[in-house]
């Protein structure tokens, strides 16, 4: 498998759940990167990972939780969510959080719904 | 605060004649920009990157960045209604990329 990959691709969940997403990467890259796009609104970027440490939380609320065991592997841990954060969840990767010319490559997305 | 301006659309435009997307960044600093092109419901794609100021070519696709007047555009000539998608802007300052809200580009029959 190449590139990167998101699972599942849909999701439905109830607020009392707990779900996780999943995005590996096939590229070698070292850096991952977890968005969230919602309707009529800019990609707004969650957590990032480099080279498996957290380098950036943009002030997500602690219902959503990462974790990067290694370099090709991201989840995003969900827990007791609202409504408002159905959303279609992006999972990215590039070769390094710090080069200039750092170019990102996105997966297919989970798209989330909570009812 | 760091934005990435983009007319949201629609911009529609005749299959064969060229489509001109533009995009605006607030930071001077900025080095890197990117188009990305996400089609409904499918994640974005990229598609060019241009670093320096002047034009890139790559087939139908030429991005131009004026880094003075802080703009980057993105021409496709004779546009295809395959090129119907939502074109997302995002600009690299430092370590942090900003994406524009996108353009929705609807090329007609």
């Known amino acids: 498998e190449t590139g990167v990959t998101q699972t599942p691709r849909h999701l439905v969940m109830g607020m009392t759940n707990k779900k996780s997403l999943k995005c590996e990467q096939h590229?070698?890259?070292?850096?991952m990167y977890w968005y969230k796009q919602s309707a009529k609104k800019p990609l707004e970027l969650m957590f990032v990972y480099n080279f498996k440490e957290q380098t950036e939380n943009n002030s997500v609320p602690s219902r959503f939780s990462p974790e990067c065991p290694n370099s090709s592997h991201l989840f995003l841990h969900l827990h007791t969510l609202q409504p408002e954060d159905s959303a279609l969840y992006l999972c990215a990767s590039s070769q390094d959080r710090g080069l200039a010319k750092e170019t990102q490559y996105f997966g297919p997305g989970t798209r989330l719904l909570v009812l | 605060q760091k934005e990435v301006e983009q007319n949201s659309g629609p911009l529609s435009v005749p299959e064969g004649a060229i489509a001109s997307l533009n995009c605006t960044y607030s930071?001077?600093?900025?080095?890197?920009f990117f188009w990305y092109r996400q089609y409904s419901g499918k994640s974005p794609e990229l598609i060019m990157f241009i670093y320096s100021n002047g034009d890139k070519e790559d087939g139908r696709f030429t991005a131009q960045l004026n880094k003075a007047s802080q703009y980057v555009s993105l021409l496709i000539r004779d546009s295809q209604p395959s090129d119907s998608a939502t074109y997302l802007c995002a600009v690299k300052g430092g370590d942090k990329i900003i994406f524009g809200k996108g353009t929705r580009l609807h090329i007609l029959p």
């Open positions: 930071d001077r600093g900025s080095q890197s």
């Open positions: 590229l070698g890259h070292n850096a």
